[in-house]
């Protein structure tokens, strides 16, 4: 069986006894997890498993596999506990929510625009977009809009559209619904305060990065 992600079901829960599935060399796999691993564009947590340092976090199919330090000495059945930075993973919940509500408001303005890319990291969010002027042309179209939807502080919901195939979405009622298989915060009011900052990567590809304030 694929693993268990319970970090969509809970993406407040930071530690879990677990067992051990399968072992090759360096890298593990587990019954259950609440470590997400690298995807969308958001950042893997970091944290420990079985006491010991994560190295990376990769997704394999529907499981994910964990790369620990040599000689972690753990077998197929260890039992083993999982925790993860709770700091680090509640500032990419809240930056992976912010750019992809950033993101609809500029599909709202320009609905044929191509999204070329984004990366979520503890730090800011990005979104790269094919366009040949500047997007900061739109900041003060979207960011009043951003204040409203932070302040009214609306519930973000989370579900399987096809739970075979672990796909999943978001859904803020009024606004947006997303395919997404992230993290993300219960409301928007917990994401705070943005900042968002234009950036030229070259010709015809424009950026917006955000941060939390």
């Known amino acids: 069986m694929a693993t268990q992600k319970l970090f969509w079901q809970d993406p407040y829960r930071t530690e879990l006894q677990t067992q051990v599935t399968a072992v090759e060399g360096d890298a593990v796999r587990l019954a259950q997890t609440v470590f997400f691993a690298f995807s969308g564009g958001q950042e893997s947590d970091s944290g420990t498993l079985a006491g010991l340092t994560v190295l990376a976090a990769e997704k394999h199919g529907l499981d994910i596999v964990y790369t620990l330090p040599a000689g972690h000495g753990l077998q197929v059945g260890s039992e083993v506990e999982l925790r993860i930075d709770w700091a680090r993973r509640y500032r990419l919940m ?11 408001l500029v599909y709202q ?6 999204r070329l890319g984004a990366h979520i990291s503890a730090d800011k969010a ?5 366009r040949e002027t500047s997007i900061a042309t739109l900041f003060p179209q979207i960011e009043p809009q951003v204040v409203a939807l932070l302040k ?5 919901i989370t579900a399987f559209s096809d739970e075979a195939a672990q796909r999943r979405y978001w859904q803020v009622e009024g606004f947006a619904t997303m395919a997404c298989g992230g993290t993300h915060p219960r409301s928007t009011g917990e ?3 943005l900042k968002l900052k234009r950036k030229n990567t070259g010709k015809g590809k424009e950026r917006i990065e955000i941060t939390l304030l």
């Open 191 to 193: 994401i705070g305060a």
């Open 152 to 156: 009214a502080d609306l519930p973000i």
């Open 94 to 104: 809240r930056l992976h929510f912010a750019a992809e509500m950033v993101l609809q």
């Open 109 to 114: 303005l320009e609905p044929d625009i191509a």
């Open 126 to 130: 990005r979104i790269d977009f094919a």
